[in-house]
């Protein structure tokens, strides 16, 4: 079956999508000839770029605006995804962000939970949200977006999002175990230093330049690389992949 044949009428909802891996995630999708939901919170101009991005390419698909930050909002957004007449077959859960570097010592209470929530709780109720309307159809894939820094505790002042990070990886295994027999396939892509304007944004050059150094491959990931992963993650090509976290990382952390 080609890649193009059988994301054919599938409907992938990816969150985050505006940038980064997400939109070059969609992108993809778009090329596979899936029908792609562009998820986005705040940068809607940046969002309709991609969806113009998948149908240029073949696919299809919509833009939606979402908060994602409570149970509720999970819900609402898949609420409107089904007033469309459409289920959802693929999810992936790349929405997420550092925030901001902050020493453990200078953490409050309030950074933490938007940490947490942003990274780990949305991800754990959108697919609970989901899972339903797969559990009905017996079939479905979801593909969390975890990051290295859930295996080597990340940067410094990275270590709320390091923790949100090692956490999706254990939720991954733990809805890969529960929802097997229900025909549902859950896993991870764990992607090294990525050369996006998210890495930019908490990182200086030098500080990317010496990651570059120190992976034996010699340079940073591109976002379309991750990308290519979570595509192959959610084919058929992947059947007997569950629970799985796949580390993206040109070598920079072995196991």
């Known amino acids: 079956m080609s890649t193009q044949s059988e994301f054919r ?17 969609a992108a993809l999708f778009g090329e596979a000839g899936a029908r792609v939901i562009v ?131 254990t939720m991954t295994r733990s809805f890969a175990k529960e929802f097997s027999p229900h025909g549902i396939r859950v896993n991870c892509v764990s992607p090294g230093t990525i050369d996006t304007n998210y890495h930019r944004t908490f990182s200086t050059q030098a500080m990317l330049d010496s990651i570059a150094a120190a992976t034996p491959m010699g340079r940073l990931g591109t976002a379309r690389e991750v990308a290519e992963v979570i595509l192959f993650l959610c084919s058929c090509r992947s059947n007997f992949i569950q629970g799985q976290t796949i580390e993206v990382n040109g070598g920079f952390m072995m196991p």
């Open 9 to 25: 009428d599938k409907t992938v909802l990816i969150t985050g999508a505006s940038n980064g891996i997400g939109a070059e995630t």
């Open 39 to 169: 998820h986005y919170n705040k940068a809607a101009d940046q969002a309709a770029t991609v969806l113009s991005r998948v149908r240029e390419s073949g696919g299809d698909g919509q833009v939606l605006q979402g908060d994602l930050t409570t149970m509720a909002g999970c819900r609402e957004l898949i609420s409107q995804i089904r007033g469309t007449g459409r289920s959802i077959d693929i999810l992936v859960n790349n929405a997420g962000s550092l925030i901001k570097r902050t020493p453990i010592l200078q953490f409050t209470q309030e950074l933490w939970d938007q940490v947490m929530t942003l990274n780990l709780t949305s991800a754990f109720f959108l697919s609970q949200a989901v899972l339903p309307g797969m559990v009905e159809k017996k079939r479905g894939v979801i593909v969390n977006v975890g990051s290295i820094a859930g295996r080597n505790g990340g940067g410094m002042g990275a270590s709320a999002y390091s923790i949100a990070k090692a956490a999706i990886s």
